[in-house]
Structure formats: C-alpha cells, structure tokens
C-alpha cells in the first residue's frame, strides 16, 4: 500500500503560476506511473500528466502542454506539477495517482490504484 499527500494549491490570479507536490510514502518501489488528475466541479475528474517512475517519460492533456511541467525525485517519492500562465479554467481539485501496474495510456483513471486527498488550485481571471 502507498499514501499520496499533495500540497501546494492556492489561490493565484491567471498568469501566475503554481508548484504541487506529491509526496508517496510506503510501498513506493513497485510504483510504475505517478499521474496528477482534475476535477472541477460539476465535472468528471479529468487526467492532466503522468510520469514513470523508472525512465520518466513525461505525458500531458493538450489543454496543458507547453504550460505544466511533471517532474519526479525518486530519492525524496515525490512528484511534482509545475503549473505556468495559468488561466481560469485550470480551476479544480487536484489530485495525484500511483498506479502499480505498467500500462500503454497513462490516461485512465479508473487504472489507477492509489489517490491522494486532493488539493485545491483556483485561479482568478
């Protein structure tokens, strides 16, 4: 089992930017992906990046790319969401994953096996 605590939400004005962090504890070497996902409200929990573990190849939802930056530090089990020129819409809960099993999408929620708690990002036009 792993324990997913993220930290780093805020309030911020659109332009500025934000670094989440998500810090694994547990059973952090079998982990394959790390994702970091959204949900605003009234919407379904949306996937944003992923990162492996091992190699760290790096994807991201077009809504995102060229904006938001996944990282991971193996030494310390974190994973890391740089967020820049952040705009109203990236409003949400956000949510870091570990997912134990290697999979071709890293897109998929429901493939994920372990959940932080979420930490809020809203962003004020």
């Known amino acids: 089992q792993v324990q997913l605590v993220e930290s780093g939400g805020g309030l911020m004005q659109a332009g500025g930017s934000l670094r989440l962090s998500c810090a694994a504890s547990?059973?952090?070497?079998?982990?394959?992906?790390m994702g970091w996902f959204r949900q605003a409200p009234g919407s379904e929990r949306e996937f944003v990046s992923a990162?492996?573990?091992?190699?760290?190849?790096?994807y991201y939802a077009d809504s995102v790319k060229d904006r938001f930056t996944i990282s991971r530090d193996n030494a310390k089990n974190t994973v890391y969401l740089q967020m820049n020129s952040l705009k109203p819409e990236d409003t949400a809960v956000y949510y870091c994953?570990?997912?134990?099993?290697?999979?071709?999408?890293?897109?998929?929620?429901?493939?994920?096996?372990?959940w932080g708690q979420g930490t809020q990002v809203t962003v004020s036009s």
């Open positions: 990162i492996r573990w091992n190699g760290g190849s790096t």
């Open positions: 994953a570990a997912d134990y099993h290697w999979r071709v999408s890293t897109r998929n929620k429901i493939e994920y096996d372990y």
């Open positions: 547990g059973r952090t070497f079998s982990i394959v992906t």
